[in-house]
T-cell receptor
Framework: GAGVSQSPSNKVTEKGKDVELRCDPI?????LYWYRQSLGQGLEFLIY????????KSGLPSDRFSAERTGGSVSTLTIQRTQQEDSAVYLC???????????????FGPGTRLTVT | AQKVTQAQTEISVVEKEDVTLDCVYE???????LFWYKQPPSGELVFLIR??????QNEISGRYSWNFQKSTSSFNFTITASQVVDSAVYFC???????????????FGKGTHLIIQP
C-alpha cells in the first residue's frame, strides 16, 4: 500500500499479558517512529529508528516497553506485563531519512487501539 | 526541554467564518522544525505543513495559511472561509535537531478541537 499500515487495528488484552503491535512504514522511508495517544497524556513520542543507527528510546515510559525493527523496514512494539494505564492508541509514523537540510515530515498510520482490561 | 502550547482546547464557528488556531512553542535548539497535523473523526493524523526555524516566510495553501513569528515563538494556523469538512482536532508539533545530526521525535501540543457548524 501507499501509506503506513499498522496491525492489529484493535487489541483487547488482559492485564499482565504481553502484546505485540506491528508497523509497516512507507516504502523507501528509513526513519520510523512510535507514538501513543491517550486522553490524559495526549500524543507522546516513544521511540525512533533511523537506518542502522541505534534507536532513540528516550520516550519509552518503562522497561516493559521495547521495540525492534527488522531489515530496516517492519517494526514491532512490544509491551510486556500490560497495565491498564497502557490503554491508548499506538501510532506509527515514517519519514525520509534525516538530511542536514532538515527534518522531513512524518506520515502516520491509522494506529492500534489497545485496551487493557 | 521542548514544549508546545495550544491554549484553545475547543473552537466552534459557523461555516464560512475565518478561524485562527494558536500555537506557542518553547525550545533551546537554534535549529528546529514546526508542523501542523489534522486529525479528523476517522482518527488518522494528516500532515499539513512543515516549517524550518530559519525560514520565517509565511505560507498560504488554498484556504489555509500559517504565520510563523520567531520573536513571539508562535506558529499560528488560519483557515479562511471555513467548511464543515474542516472539523477536526488540529495539532501543532515541534522537532529539534540532535547534535551530530539525526531527527527527533515530535513534541505535540494538546490539540485544538475545531467544530465548524453548518
Amino acid at each position: 500500500g501507499a501509506g503506513v499500515s499498522q496491525s492489529p487495528s484493535n487489541k483487547v488484552t488482559e492485564k499482565g499479558k504481553d502484546v505485540e503491535l506491528r508497523c509497516d512504514p512507507i516504502s523507501g522511508h528509513t526513519a520510523l517512529y512510535w507514538y501513543r495517544q491517550s486522553l490524559g497524556q495526549g500524543l507522546e513520542f516513544l521511540i525512533y529508528f533511523q537506518g542502522n543507527s541505534a534507536p532513540d528510546k528516550s520516550g519509552l515510559p518503562s522497561d516493559r516497553f521495547s521495540a525492534e525493527r527488522t531489515g530496516g523496514s517492519v517494526s514491532t512494539l512490544t509491551i510486556q506485563r500490560t497495565q491498564q494505564e497502557d490503554s491508548a492508541v499506538y501510532l506509527c509514523a515514517s519519514s525520509l531519512e534525516h538530511q542536514t537540510s532538515g527534518n522531513y515530515e512524518q506520515y502516520f498510520g491509522p494506529g492500534t487501539r489497545l485496551t487493557v482490561t | 526541554a521542548q514544549k508546545v502550547t495550544q491554549a484553545q482546547t475547543e473552537i466552534s464557528v459557523v461555516e464560512k467564518e475565518d478561524v485562527t488556531l494558536d500555537c506557542v512553542y518553547e525550545t533551546r535548539d537554534t535549529t528546529y522544525y514546526l508542523f501542523w497535523y489534522k486529525q479528523p473523526p476517522s482518527g488518522e493524523l494528516v500532515f499539513l505543513i512543515r516549517r524550518n526555524s530559519f525560514d520565517e516566510q509565511n505560507e498560504i495553501s488554498g484556504r489555509y495559511s500559517w504565520n510563523f513569528q520567531k520573536s513571539t515563538s508562535s506558529f499560528n494556523f488560519t483557515i479562511t472561509a471555513s467548511q464543515v469538512v474542516d472539523s477536526a482536532v488540529y495539532f501543532c508539533a515541534l522537532s529539534g535537531s540532535k547534535r551530530g545530526g539525526g531527527a527527533d521525535g515530535l513534541t505535540f501540543g494538546k490539540g485544538t478541537h475545531l467544530i465548524i457548524q453548518p
